[in-house]
Structures are given as structure tokens and as C-alpha cells.
């Protein structure tokens, strides 16, 4: 059996049950080395400005190694904040046939791609795109670090049209490129939570005929909620509300924005074990980012049988949404766009909301960890 060595910074809801999935298919053997190390268990996440544990266990059913981490400010928002001075010693001793790499932009992990190049197979992961592409000098010396970086990748597994043609443009060849989609766990999202989303639908004071719109992320600026916020005011329906969900920066002044408005709502950040309930008492999901790789929220949203409406800077809205069918796109950061798009879509009855989520639903089924595994096996 061909052995995986998987390279990532540390467990994420969204790949360790892949992980699990690959290791009870028994079609490769693998095993995962975690580059933060095993304090990336209690992080602080700035974005939501505390410290996030996953309530789901991210360890369990797979092999992993954690790897120590000299660096002196350990985390994954740097270059330098992944060094593993043992880590090739790590991967040489469990002897892989091929190394899977989750993301470039670490110390460790460029060295790990440098130093195995022509020696094992190196097959790589990462969602970025072109959607926020610039001109100019820095552009010019960023093509050329890329395609240079790319040159050792024997194998890339694109999660959606957006982040296949970045790879293309980095030199990378359609026989190199293998769609691996980006998925959540559609089971555990799917799972029917109706009483506790009624639940939660009655504590914000909402009949059966209300709508509601739900934000769910980080208050951070890159996020829009304040687009979002303002566009939510200026529709004005009584039988609309809003509900942001997170903490951040921001958050204080959103509130302060929102105040005396009964119809907008705040939760602070929900965890995975609940979030589920959270998108299945909305029937409207709003991603308004200036800027999204992907945007794994969509994906859960349309789990959860919701409409959808995103901008046009999200990574996954070319994929995902069908404007008219299951959603809308708007023009990232055009206010008035946004506003003609929340009017249309909230000035709909919730049965037809309804069947805009069944269609969502339908969209994303084949977005799943099992179609994950498959690609991820056939690239070995």
C-alpha cells in the first residue's frame, strides 16, 4: 500500500475528517504531520479576537505526528511562524511515496517542497485564486515567485473553477491538476435541528412569516458586515430582520450602528456543534466579503437548504450559486448592487426561499469529503 505523508499547520474541522476518511477507506496509508505543533490546539485567533477550541474531536480515527516549532511567534498567519527544524527527518523516517502540502507560505513548508523535489512525488493543496489581481511591479515579482514555487509541484488539487485557473496561470498543467472539491461535513450539517432552530427563531421574536438574513463569521473589515449592515437598513421591510454571528474588531462598532433597530440581532461566535441550528433558523445566508479563497460558509449554508447571496469576490459564488435558482451574486462593494439584490431576494415569501434552499441543496451534494478522498487517492 502506497504511504501519504500529509504536511499541514494544525487540525481544522474541514480536513481532519478527511483524514479519518482516507484512513478507513484503506486505499493509501497516511499520516499527518502537524507543523504548528501541539500548541495550536489552544490559539488565540485574532480575527475573533479570543481564544477558539473546537468543541468537535479533530485527532481521533487518523495517525498524526505533532512537529516542534522553534519559532518564536508559532502560528499560521506568517512566513515565519512555522519553523520545524526536525520536520524532513520526520518525513524521511515514515518514508512516503508522495507528500501532500497544505499551503506554501511557511518557512518549513517551502523547505519541505525544495528539498523533496525530484526525490517523492510532491502533491499540493491551496484555494487561492484571481479575483483580487493587481497590476504593477510587486505583481511582476509575485508571478515570478509563483512560478518558481510551482515548479515543485508534481500534482495540485484545485477545490473550484476560481482557484484552477490561478494554477494555471502559474505554469501548472491541465494533466497536474486534479479537482479535489472544497467540503464540509454535509452530514452533521444536514442533520434535521428544526426544533432548535424554532427555538432560537422564537428567542429573536420572529413569527412564521418573518425572514431572516444571517451573517455568520468575523467582524473584521475584509468580511463587509458594515456593507451588509448598512444595505439591511436601507431595504427597511418590517418583516426582515438581520442576524450577525461572531466576534471581532468590529464588533462594537456594529453594535453601536445597529442600536434602536429591533429587527437586527447579535450572537457571539458559535461553535461547531451548534452553528448547524444557527443557518437552519435563517432562510437568507449573506456573505458580503471583500475578498474570500473560497468561503466554506457557503458551503454550509447551502447544506442547510438556505438561499444564498455572496459577492463577487468569493472564491466559491462562481461555483455555487445559480443567480435566480438558488441565490445571487453582487458586485463587491458596490452598496446599491447589494441593496437591489436583498430587496429581490427578501422581498420573497419564505416558501420560496424554501425552494431556492432545496436547490442549494441539491448544488452541493457532490461538495463532499468522500469526492475529497477520492481525488486526493488518485493523485498518490
Known sequence: MKKLAIITTHPIQYYSPVFKLLHQRQQIEIRVFYTWGEGS??????????TVQWD????????????TNTSKNPGSSSFNGIVNPGLIQQIKSYGPDAILIYGWAYASHLKVLRHFKNKVPIIFRGDSNLLREQSGF??????????????????ALYVGTNNKAYFKKYG?????????PHAIDNERFAQNRDEEAKALRDELGLNDKDILILFAGKFEDIKS??????????????????????NGALENELKLKAAGNPNIHFMGFQNQSYIP????????????????????????????QKAVLASDKVGSAIDLIIPGNNGAIFKESALADLVLQLNTLAGKKREELTSMGKSSRQIINDWNFEKQAQAIEKAV
Request: proline share 5%; hydrophobic share 45%.
Open 56 to 67: 468537535l474531536p479533530l485527532l481521533e480515527g487518523y495517525p498524526y505526528e505533532w512537529v
Open 225 to 246: 458586515p458594515f456593507l451588509l449592515l448598512e444595505a439591511f437598513q436601507s431595504i427597511n421591510k418590517e418583516n426582515v430582520h438581520l442576524l450577525l454571528v461572531g
Open 172 to 180: 501548472l498543467k491541465e494533466q497536474q491538476l486534479n479537482f479535489a
Open 41 to 50: 490546539m489552544n490559539k488565540f485567533d485574532p480575527g475573533f479576537g479570543k
Open 138 to 155: 510587486k505583481t511582476l515579482l509575485r508571478f515570478a515567485l509563483l512560478k518558481w514555487i510551482y515548479t515543485h509541484v508534481d500534482h
Open 277 to 304: 441550528v444557527v443557518y437552519q433558523a435563517c432562510d437568507l445566508f449573506c456573505l458580503p466579503s471583500k475578498s474570500e479563497t473560497w468561503g466554506l460558509a457557503i458551503n454550509e449554508a447551502m447544506v442547510c
